[in-house]
């Protein structure tokens, strides 16, 4: 337990601070910080696959056109949140990115209804009211949709989807996922150098360091995940994923001063009563379901 609480305290406390990092690179457009990210990844992948022994294992992972399909459209989504995630850090967005965050497993609950025809009681559907409620409320106050919280809660709900049914290793399936697109980040990256608008040169060293090493900042966290799911049940992980998203909204107030009104404190407020609430009535839930158990058996 607490090996895994190590790991998973690491993974979201390095999400939380990772707008920081882009910030330092904020002068570099969000695509050309992208293409580097899969880029770096990939190679920062391909040597961990190596060292744990897993290249065979890689190469052999896609064995069927449903996988492979699957993992494309993985690697698309999961691409699409990296680009709007790395754009809205670093055009004063950092607040509606940490709202996308908090709603994504409320997204992510209402998805297992929809694809995978789960069964949600009472207090989970008011749950999911209330987080509705919440983007209603911006929405009408503001004139216009969270765009950015959805776009990033919907992507990584629709990846976490399809993760759950592509039965692949995190390290193996996130490189497939950075692989597919990186001829497309080398393109991009040879043509923008090619035509004198890449930033990326006329930065400095440390800088240039920092983007190079965007494909560890990437994949590390998401190894620590990983080990932390094999030592912590997911209803511990479930209340530590809530660590990022208050620490991005932290540093988007009180560090780059990001509005923060009676509006979004009625909308964040809907949203953190809907975890609660969501988070209480299904602990009474699975202790009732528990308890049933024990009584059929004991009958």
């Not at 004063?92 to 996308?100: A, D, K, Q």
């Not at 409320?137 to 919907?154: I, K, M, N």
């Not at 983007?211 to 209803?235: C, D, I, N, R």
């Not at 404190?265 to 299904?282: D, E, K, N």
């Amino acid at each position: 337990m607490s090996k895994g609480l190590l790991y998973a305290l690491l993974a979201y406390l390095a999400w939380g601070f990772l707008p920081l990092y882009w910030k330092v690179l904020g002068d570099i457009p969000a695509g050309e910080i992208l293409g580097h990210r899969v880029l770096w990844s990939v190679v920062f992948l391909t040597a961990l696959l190596l060292i744990t022994r897993q290249g065979k294992a890689c190469i052999g992972a896609l064995k069927d056109k449903r996988t492979t399909v699957l993992v494309t459209l993985s690697s698309l989504l999961i691409s699409c949140n990296w680009l709007v995630f790395i754009w809205a850090v670093n055009n004063g967005y950092m607040v509606e990115t940490s709202l996308g965050y908090y709603m994504n497993p409320l997204l992510s609950v209402l998805l297992g209804v929809v694809f995978l025809k789960e069964r949600l009681h009472a207090g989970q559907w008011t749950a999911i009211g209330l987080a509705f409620g919440g983007v209603v409320v911006v929405t009408v106050e503001h004139g216009r949709l969270p765009w950015v919280s959805l776009v990033l809660a919907a992507s990584f709900a629709f990846y976490g989807l399809l993760k759950k049914k592509v039965n692949l290793d995190s390290t193996i399936g996130l490189a497939w996922e950075t692989g597919i697109v990186t001829p497309v980040a080398l393109v991009y990256l040879v043509f923008i150098q090619y035509t004198g608008d890449a930033a990326a040169g006329s930065i400095g060293m440390g800088r240039l360091l920092l983007l190079l090493l965007s494909g560890a900042a990437t994949v590390m966290p998401l190894f620590w995940f990983a080990q932390a799911t094999k030592h912590l049940p997911l209803s511990t992980i479930g209340f530590i994923q809530y660590i990022a998203p208050t620490i991005t909204l932290a540093i988007g107030v009180l560090v780059y001063g990001e509005a923060f009104d009676l509006t979004r404190l009625i909308s964040f407020g809907m949203i953190w009563s809907a975890l609660v609430v969501y988070t209480v009535s299904s602990y009474r839930f699975s202790r009732r379901t528990s308890r049933l158990a024990r009584a059929s058996e004991a009958a």
